[in-house]
């Protein structure tokens, strides 16, 4: 992992969220600290240099992907 774990961006309905993380094998996985408001879109930002692909090359930008917290039952 690179240096730049630490300025991963967990955004949930514009409250940013602290995590802590962990790697295994290939995976990187993010556990963010408290929970996502409902029926919300999470936004998280991989700053460039924080992963790498399996040949060694790091991410030339930054990367965002987003998904919506699902409503309450």
């Given at each position: 992992?690179?240096?730049?774990?630490?300025?991963?961006?967990?955004?949930?309905?514009?409250?940013?969220?602290?995590?802590?993380?962990?790697?295994?094998?290939?995976?990187?996985?993010?556990?963010?600290?408290?929970?996502?408001q409902y029926n919300?879109?999470?936004?998280?930002?991989?700053?460039?240099?924080?992963?790498?692909?399996?040949?060694?090359?790091?991410?030339?930008?930054d990367y965002s992907?987003?998904?919506?917290?699902?409503?309450?039952?």
């Amino acid at each position: 992992m690179a240096e730049n774990i630490g300025k991963v961006i967990i955004d949930n309905a514009g409250v940013l969220y602290g995590y802590t993380y962990k790697v295994r094998g290939t995976t990187l996985y993010l556990n963010p600290k408290g929970n996502f408001q409902y029926n919300s879109l999470c936004i998280i930002t991989l700053p460039m240099g924080v992963v790498k692909s399996l040949s060694g090359s790091s991410i030339s930008n930054d990367y965002s992907y987003s998904f919506r917290v699902k409503a309450k039952r």
